[in-house]
């Protein structure tokens, strides 16, 4: 995120102030940068300026907390965003459940998923594939192989 800095010095010195846009984009930037700690202290600065986050905030946080193995700190968020009234999407839950899998925490993932459907969402391919891989990742591909149809169940 070179010279991000110097931009946002640049905006404010012609009377433009950063919306949430502005932000999001820095956020998602350093998510994807695996630079958690910047994204972290911009969406500070964001709640400093007084910028509400909105859904795309939080998922660009969510998804790089669980893609840094920091699925504590993401359900925190989870639970922050639905206090504040943004909805999760499949997306958001879907990143959670990434981050399950990856830490091998594959109880917590398919409770993740059963709550997903109490959140009123539908399971869709990347939800499967996901548990897939988290069971193949622990070497268990006979769950791995049992992940199209969980505990017996047809896909949502």
Same mark, same amino acid.
């Given at each position: !995120?070179?010279?991000?800095?110097?931009?946002?010095?640049?905006?404010? #010195?012609?009377?433009?102030?950063?919306? &949430?846009?502005?932000?999001? &984009?820095?956020?998602?930037? /350093?998510?994807?940068?695996? *630079?958690?700690?910047?994204?972290? $202290?911009?969406?500070?600065?964001?709640? #400093?300026?007084?910028?509400?986050? *909105?859904?795309?905030? /939080?998922?660009? @946080?969510?998804?790089?907390?669980?893609?840094?193995? $920091?699925?504590?700190?993401?359900? $925190?968020?989870?639970?922050? !965003?639905?206090?504040?009234? @943004?909805?999760?999407? @499949?997306?958001? @839950?879907?990143? +959670?459940?990434?981050?399950?899998?990856?830490? =091998?925490?594959?109880?917590?993932?398919? =409770?993740?998923?059963?709550?997903?459907? #109490?959140?009123? !969402?539908?399971?869709? +391919? &990347?939800?499967? *594939?996901?548990? +897939?891989?988290? /069971? %193949? %990742?622990?070497?268990?591909?006979?769950?791995?192989?049992?992940? #199209?149809? %969980?505990?017996?169940?047809?896909?949502?």
């Amino acid at each position: !995120m070179y010279h991000v800095d110097v931009l946002l010095k640049e905006m404010n #010195q012609a009377g433009i102030s950063p919306d &949430v846009v502005t932000f999001n &984009v820095l956020i998602n930037g /350093y998510c994807k940068e695996s *630079n958690i700690t910047a994204a972290i $202290k911009v969406f500070e600065e964001m709640r #400093q300026h007084g910028i509400p986050a *909105n859904v795309v905030t /939080y998922n660009s @946080l969510i998804s790089g907390l669980c893609r840094e193995g $920091k699925v504590e700190d993401s359900l $925190k968020l989870v639970e922050e !965003m639905e206090e504040l009234g @943004l909805a999760c999407t @499949l997306s958001t @839950l879907n990143s +959670v459940l990434n981050g399950f899998c990856k830490k =091998g925490m594959m109880v917590e993932a398919e =409770g993740w998923v059963d709550g997903m459907a #109490q959140r009123g !969402m539908k399971s869709n +391919v &990347v939800t499967y *594939n996901t548990l +897939v891989d988290g /069971y %193949r %990742r622990l070497g268990k591909m006979k769950e791995a192989a049992a992940g #199209q149809g %969980r505990n017996g169940r047809e896909r949502d």
